[in-house]
């Protein structure tokens, strides 16, 4: 875990979107053993990541919202060399 780096949030999440699909994993949400209940009424517990877990990315979405409304959003996807 890292802490809010401000204006260098935006590409240290970029580098981990890449390493997670690299790699063929998703990170787990730490510091979250309790959900909102309204959450779980829009969501099944079990979408939500609470350990690592090895997957088979093909595709992955990054959202930044930032301050003042400057907010992006990329897609990456793995190209298969052949």
């Known amino acids: 875990m890292v802490?809010?780096?401000l204006a260098a949030s935006g590409s240290i999440e970029i580098v981990s979107a890449i390493l997670q699909l690299h790699e063929g994993f998703i990170f787990?949400?730490?510091n979250c053993e309790n959900l909102h209940p309204k959450i779980t009424e829009l969501i099944?517990?079990?979408k939500i990541s609470m350990k690592l877990q090895e997957t088979?990315?093909?595709t992955i979405?990054?959202?930044s919202f930032g301050f003042g409304?400057?907010?992006a959003c990329v897609i990456f996807k793995k190209i298969l060399k052949r």
């Open 56 to 58: 088979s990315l093909q």
């Open 3 to 5: 802490g809010h780096c």
């Open 44 to 46: 099944s517990s079990e």
């Open 69 to 71: 409304d400057v907010n």
């Open 61 to 63: 979405a990054k959202a």
């Open 28 to 30: 787990p949400n730490v």
